[in-house]
């Protein structure tokens, strides 16, 4: 069974930084794309970031271009998603998805499969 747990979230100064982790059963590599996903109360979940395992590749939102990035460990099964001048449009619970398949539209959270349970993220004064 996939489980994909997140971890990292916390409350945080505006300007300030977290990282969130994914821990993946299994690895990395198993999974041809990991994302990132945030869903703000009120709001649609939307893509923050992926990567594909096969090429190494990211992709961001452009809302966080510049400001997250993420990566795996090599030699293991976690994805982090560093998050830095964080502000409070960013706020929510991210979820890491992860999906076997190849997808065209790598923020597209419908085209994954497995999902963690969420940590919340909540920037704040």
């Known amino acids: 069974q996939v489980q994909l747990v997140e971890s990292g979230g916390g409350l945080v100064q505006p300007g300030g930084s977290l990282r969130l982790s994914c821990a993946a059963s299994?690895?990395?590599?198993?999974?041809?794309?990991i994302g990132w996903f945030r869903q703000a109360p009120g709001k649609v979940r939307e893509g923050v970031s992926a990567?594909?395992?096969?090429?190494?590749?990211?992709y961001y939102a452009d809302s966080v271009k510049g400001r997250f990035t993420i990566s795996r460990d090599n030699t293991g099964n976690m994805v982090y998603l560093q998050m830095n001048n964080l502000n409070a449009a960013v706020s929510g619970v991210y979820y890491c998805?992860?999906?076997?398949?190849?997808?065209?539209?790598?923020?597209?959270?419908?085209?994954?499969?497995?999902w963690g349970q969420g940590t919340q993220v909540t920037i704040a004064s």
């Open positions: 299994g690895i990395i590599n198993e999974y041809h794309h």
């Open positions: 998805a992860a999906t076997r398949a190849w997808i065209a539209r790598k923020l597209e959270g419908a085209l994954y499969d497995y």
């Open positions: 990567f594909d395992t096969s090429n190494d590749s990211t």
